[in-house]
């Protein structure tokens, strides 16, 4: 890490705890990619687990719940706290541009019934049957990527590994051409990104690749609906009693979340166990040593990285929690980051432990009726990845610290540079 990052994380720190609790403020991008979010979270566990962001520039107001359990009772709680009104805490530049399309719900994005039928159409992609199917074709293509890696000479691990499987994978579930497939990580990146950040260049450049998004799905569409039912998710929903008349802007909404859903977690993941190793040399000899320890590890990178580090929900009635009363319609975000460092529930929570009692003890994939429909692909690919990994490589290095991504909601990595010494 170089001094400049040093400073700042320093400078956060102190801040994170001067800072008069009520005027505590989360939701700082500037923090999340310095990794540098932490004290924050740590004093509102700590002193305010149930804590309100007054309204500022960049959001209006919102409740900040930061401990697991209490993470947990809004997560499974969907009567009381939405999600019809978004899963994301949107800046309020975002909401005014979201403001100018017309809007339409995913089934992340919907409550009961519609979420149910909705996400029972395309939940087959990513049952165990079409799993198993599934796995050695992920494991041929992870072994392809992983031989043609440079050895000896530095390159960016998310360029080459972490997009390009996820990509292919994301590819295959939609039936989306291989050879375009990295169209479906720039389109997330997209869609994620604020602008200035990411490849977003300014909210147009955002609209106009979200109307190319949209066009080439919209055309895949128009094929499936006219053939016979396949088992890809654009046929699923096309052919599905339930789906088979969306709106397109639905429809384009569910494109949206099974892009970002099926790109992010398991991309920034992949990227985050070579991060997580390299920091903590003594569990990296312990995989090598062990390599049955791979289920476990992958386990403890979801919940160590937590790709996603929040999401929202919306009152639909006052409530009570921790002592606090959470109005009717106010914006109330689980900081999913904040509840995997909880030490009330997590044995030493800052460690990187590979052979921790109960890895899957994590709050990454969330709770309830929205809990990850992909979450089982996530660790299936995580896991084949690096049994290819370890067959190969003795040792991959980091050179220095990665480019973070600029977000509060995304929590991963824009670059990590990083030398294969050799092969086995």
Not at 369 to 397: K, S
Request: proline share 6%; net charge negative; charged share 25%.
């Amino acid at each position: 890490m170089d001094d400049g990052s040093l400073d700042f994380k320093q400078a956060a720190e102190a801040e994170a705890w001067s800072t008069p609790i009520e005027a505590l403020n989360p939701a700082q991008a500037d923090l999340f990619a310095h990794d540098a979010m932490w004290p924050i979270f740590d004093r509102l566990r700590k002193e305010a687990p149930v804590h309100w962001s007054a309204p500022n520039e960049e959001f209006d107001g919102y409740w900040s719940v930061s401990r697991y359990q209490d993470i947990m009772a809004v997560d499974t709680n969907h009567e009381v706290f939405s999600s019809a009104d978004g899963i994301v805490l949107q800046t309020r530049e975002a909401k005014i541009e979201a403001d100018k399309r017309p809007r339409g719900n995913s089934f992340i994005g919907m409550d009961p019934p519609g979420h149910d039928v909705q996400r029972k159409t395309v939940s087959p992609a990513v049952a165990p049957a079409n799993l198993q199917a599934l796995a050695p074709l992920i494991r041929e293509r992870a072994g392809k990527i992983l031989d043609g890696l440079p050895i000896g000479e530095e390159f960016d691990w998310v360029d080459l590994v972490s997009k390009e499987l996820t990509a292919m994978t994301l590819a295959t579930l939609f039936d989306y051409p291989q050879a375009r497939r990295r169209d479906l990580t720039f389109w997330s990146d997209m869609f994620t990104n604020a602008p200035g950040f990411g490849p977003a260049k300014s909210w147009e450049h955002k609209r106009e690749q979200a109307d190319a998004c949209f066009a080439a799905f919209d055309d895949l569409w128009a094929e499936r609906v006219n053939a016979a039912p396949k088992f890809d998710l654009v046929s699923m929903m096309a052919h599905a009693e339930a789906t088979r008349n969306l709106s397109a802007t639905d429809y384009h909404s569910n494109v949206v979340l099974l892009i970002i859903g099926g790109n992010d977690t398991t991309r920034n993941t992949i990227s985050g166990s070579v991060y997580a190793l390299n920091k903590n040399p003594d569990q990296y000899d312990k995989l090598r040593a062990n390599p049955s320890l791979i289920p476990s590890m992958v386990s403890e990178t979801i919940r160590w990285q937590t790709p996603l580090a929040h999401m929202a929900r919306t009152a639909t009635r006052d409530f009570e929690l921790q002592g606090r009363t959470i109005r009717k319609g106010d914006r109330v975000v689980m900081w999913y980051v904040s509840g995997n460092r909880d030490d009330a529930q997590i044995e030493n929570p800052n460690a990187y432990d590979i052979e921790r009692a109960r890895p899957r003890n994590h709050l990454s994939f969330g709770f309830g009726i929205h809990r990850c429909v992909g979450n089982r692909l996530a660790e299936l690919q995580l896991t084949i990845i690096w049994e290819e990994i370890l067959a190969r490589f003795p040792e991959i290095r980091l050179v220095r610290e990665p480019l973070r991504t600029h977000s509060v909601f995304v929590k991963g990595y824009e670059t990590l540079p990083v030398v294969i010494p050799t092969r086995n």
